[in-house]
Every structure is written in structure tokens, then in C-alpha cells.
């Protein structure tokens, strides 16, 4: 592991491999203490000293029975984004006396038709994308990864066998091209698609990514919301659409929000093609109002089409609310723009 990498290495990158945006473990060579499905799920798994199942210690996390033969064991998981990957975290979390000595990864690339299918994925070409590397317990264990590929399955190698709690796959979405050819409008903000939110003013309580992950929120913490603003101004989220398109509709989801969520939102757009927006330069943009003044609802969806003006293409959308608040989805319904 090089010693400079740490979680904050990956910060703003996407776990492409997790549940929630659709990851799933397909295969593994042996599940016979705990399931393959638990390296996907979020956290860092937990701990139950005290539980036991028929086959042995309770755990949270991918374990395989104690090799006796030559060989390795292997899980192949479909990543819910394909994408580019720029690291790895393999996390031992509470495997101690049981986890792996090494592991490597190996990434391929299939259509969405070949997705799912067993025999066209063994089949595949792999790549390792990470070579045999070892393994600390109890542990994250962080791994820059140098790969330009865009992938769509992973091979978790694990030397020889044991148990590993949480696999996390962090990189950047790179969606189907045939999305950007759209004539139908697509959420052109989703992480889906590509998009990204690159610069918030504040994100004490949820991050600032929430606001383009799939479906509705599950609860109050599955969004982007700020602290209590005690001074002037107002908090603002910059969105880098996944496609340059022309903006048709916009939800904005308060959902769960019900005494914290914002009095007010305006939306703006600019067209900035190719430059990098953050924190430092979102201010200097030239940003054109689309959604001006408007009053929110608690726990509610709030549609806008009729109230848009409509300044032409845009790269990146900022969302206003007043002063403060939560927010648990922004959806930005528009036609990609040609390439």
C-alpha cells in the first residue's frame, strides 16, 4: 500500500461498486461463513461477539471456509456504474484472526446484455488493475489505482482464503455514449449519467452527493444538509451536468426534511465546457437564473418546467437555498446537447 494513500485520497469520487447505486456480487468460488452480498453493503460492517450461526461466528463481511487445496479464492462483482476506477479500499474490518494474506483485482469490460451472464463473464478478458498486494486485519486497506479502462465487473482475488468485510470502488462514472445522443430528456445530473457535485458551502450534516444518487432518500441522513446558518448569506451546491444539454424540468425532493429544510431556492446555469468548477471558482462564473425566488415545502417533491427560463445549453447548475437547510434529491430533466 503506498503510504500516502488515505480515505481522503478518493474524497469525491463515487463508490461504483456499492448497493446503493446497484453494485452486485455474482459469483464467488465459496460463501460458506458469511455471504458475498455483505461486501457491498455501506459502512464498514459491524461486530456481534456473542452471535453464532450453525456453521460458525456470526460475520459481517465475505468469509470463505479455510482452503485445503491448492488455490485462491474469488468473487466477481457487477459494478452498479461502470467506470473508471481510481482506488480501492479492501476493508478487514473486524476479520483479525481470519482475514486473507494478499489480495489482487482484476477488472473487465461487457455490454449491458453480457452484464449478468455467468458463462460470457468467466469468458471475458481480465485485467489486473491491481496486483497481489497485502492485506492488514482489522483494517482499511487503501490502493491507488492506475487504470484508464473503463470497467464494468471486478474479480476480488483473496490469498488464500478468509474473510474480508467491505469492498469499496472508488472512481468515475463513465455512462453509455449512446445516453449523450438522447432525444428524450434525460437527468442530465444523476450520477448515472455522469454528473457530479463538485463544490458545496457547507455539508455538516449530509453530503453533498446525495443530492444525485438513485431514487428517493431513505431517511434524513441519505441527503445534503447544512448546519444552522447563523450569519448572512445563504448555502449554495455547484452540479456538473453529466451531459452539456438543455434543461426541460427540475424536481427538488425535501423528502424527510420537515422542520430543517429550506425556506427558499433559486437555480442557475452557466456554460463552462471544459473548465474545472470548485469552491474557488463557482463565484466567478457567469451564472444565468433559470428558477428565480421560489418558496419550498417540507417532505415534499417540487416540480418547476412553466417557471424556467431558458438561457440555452448549460455544463453546470447551482442550486440556492435560504438561508439554509436540507435537501434530499435534485433531478435536471433536459435534452443532452451534441457533441
Same mark, same amino acid.
Not at 63 to 77: A, K, V, Y
Not at 147 to 165: C, E, Q, Y
Given at each position: 500500500?503506498?503510504?500516502?494513500?488515505?480515505?481522503?485520497?478518493?474524497?469525491?469520487?463515487?463508490?461504483?461498486?456499492?448497493?446503493?447505486?446497484?453494485?452486485?456480487?455474482?459469483?464467488?468460488?465459496?460463501?460458506?461463513?458469511?455471504?458475498?452480498?455483505?461486501?457491498?453493503?455501506?459502512?464498514?460492517?459491524?461486530?456481534?461477539?456473542?452471535?453464532?450461526?450453525?456453521?460458525?461466528?456470526?460475520?459481517?463481511?465475505?468469509?470463505?471456509?479455510?482452503?485445503?487445496?491448492?488455490?485462491?479464492?474469488?468473487?466477481?462483482?457487477?459494478?452498479?456504474?461502470?467506470?473508471?476506477?481510481?482506488?480501492?479500499?479492501?476493508?478487514?474490518?473486524?476479520?483479525?484472526?481470519?482475514?486473507?494474506?494478499?489480495?489482487?483485482?482484476?477488472?473487465?469490460?461487457?455490454?449491458?446484455?453480457?452484464?449478468?451472464?455467468?458463462?460470457?463473464?468467466?469468458?471475458?478478458?481480465?485485467?489486473?488493475?491491481?496486483?497481489?498486494?497485502?492485506?492488514?486485519?482489522?483494517?482499511?486497506?487503501?490502493?491507488?489505482?492506475?487504470?484508464?479502462?473503463?470497467?464494468?465487473?471486478?474479480?476480488?482475488?483473496?490469498?488464500?482464503?478468509?474473510?474480508?468485510?467491505?469492498?469499496?470502488?472508488?472512481?468515475?462514472?463513465?455512462?453509455?455514449?449512446?445516453?449523450?445522443?438522447?432525444?428524450?430528456?434525460?437527468?442530465?445530473?444523476?450520477?448515472?449519467?455522469?454528473?457530479?457535485?463538485?463544490?458545496?458551502?457547507?455539508?455538516?450534516?449530509?453530503?453533498?452527493?446525495?443530492?444525485?444518487?438513485?431514487?428517493?432518500?431513505?431517511?434524513?441522513?441519505? &441527503?445534503?444538509? !447544512?448546519?444552522? @446558518?447563523?450569519?448572512?448569506?445563504? =448555502?449554495?451546491? +455547484?452540479? *456538473? %451536468?453529466?451531459?452539456? #444539454?438543455?434543461?426541460?424540468?427540475?424536481?427538488?425532493?425535501?423528502?424527510?426534511?420537515?422542520?430543517?429544510?429550506?425556506?427558499?431556492?433559486?437555480?442557475?446555469?452557466?456554460?463552462?465546457?471544459?473548465?474545472?468548477?470548485?469552491?474557488?471558482?463557482?463565484?466567478?462564473?457567469?451564472?444565468?437564473?433559470?428558477?428565480?425566488?421560489?418558496?419550498?415545502?417540507?417532505?415534499?417533491?417540487?416540480?418547476?418546467?412553466?417557471?424556467?427560463?431558458?438561457? &440555452?445549453?448549460? !455544463?453546470?447548475? @447551482?442550486?440556492?437555498?435560504?438561508? =439554509?437547510?436540507? +435537501?434530499? *434529491? %435534485?433531478?435536471?430533466? #433536459?435534452?443532452?446537447?451534441?457533441?
Amino acid at each position: 500500500m503506498n503510504s500516502n494513500t488515505t480515505a481522503a485520497t478518493f474524497a469525491g469520487l463515487i463508490d461504483l461498486a456499492s448497493r446503493r447505486v446497484g453494485g452486485t456480487a455474482l459469483a464467488a468460488s465459496d460463501e460458506f461463513f458469511a455471504g458475498k452480498e455483505n461486501l457491498l453493503a455501506p459502512g464498514r460492517g459491524i461486530s456481534l461477539p456473542e452471535k453464532f450461526t450453525s456453521k460458525g461466528k456470526w460475520m459481517d463481511g465475505w468469509e470463505t471456509r479455510r482452503n485445503r487445496t491448492p488455490g485462491h479464492d474469488w468473487c466477481i462483482i457487477r459494478l452498479g456504474l461502470p467506470g473508471r476506477i481510481k482506488g480501492v479500499d479492501i476493508d478487514t474490518n473486524h476479520f483479525l484472526g481470519n482475514n486473507p494474506s494478499y489480495a489482487s483485482i482484476e477488472a473487465c469490460a461487457l455490454p449491458t446484455r453480457g452484464a449478468k451472464d455467468p458463462s460470457r463473464i468467466s469468458a471475458s478478458a481480465w485485467t489486473e488493475i491491481l496486483p497481489r498486494s497485502p492485506l492488514r486485519p482489522g483494517s482499511q486497506n487503501l490502493f491507488a489505482v492506475a487504470s484508464a479502462g473503463r470497467w464494468t465487473h471486478l474479480r476480488l482475488n483473496i490469498f488464500p482464503d478468509g474473510g474480508v468485510a467491505r469492498l469499496k470502488v472508488y472512481g468515475e462514472v463513465v455512462p453509455d455514449a449512446s445516453l449523450g445522443a438522447s432525444k428524450s430528456p434525460i437527468d442530465l445530473a444523476a450520477v448515472a449519467s455522469g454528473g457530479a457535485v463538485v463544490a458545496a458551502s457547507d455539508m455538516f450534516f449530509g453530503a453533498k452527493e446525495n443530492l444525485i444518487m438513485p431514487g428517493r432518500a431513505a431517511n434524513m441522513g441519505d &441527503g445534503w444538509e !447544512t448546519r444552522r @446558518r447563523r450569519g448572512p448569506g445563504h =448555502d449554495w451546491a +455547484v452540479v *456538473r %451536468l453529466g451531459f452539456p #444539454g438543455t434543461i426541460r424540468r427540475i424536481e427538488i425532493d425535501t423528502n424527510h426534511f420537515k422542520g430543517n429544510y429550506p425556506d427558499r431556492c433559486t437555480i442557475e446555469v452557466c456554460h463552462a465546457r471544459g473548465a474545472v468548477v470548485d469552491a474557488l471558482t463557482c463565484h466567478d462564473l457567469r451564472w444565468k437564473e433559470i428558477l428565480s425566488v421560489t418558496k419550498l415545502r417540507p417532505h415534499r417533491r417540487h416540480f418547476f418546467a412553466r417557471q424556467l427560463a431558458a438561457p &440555452g445549453a448549460a !455544463t453546470h447548475l @447551482r442550486l440556492n437555498i435560504f438561508p =439554509d437547510g436540507g +435537501v434530499s *434529491r %435534485l433531478r435536471i430533466w #433536459g435534452v443532452p446537447s451534441p457533441r
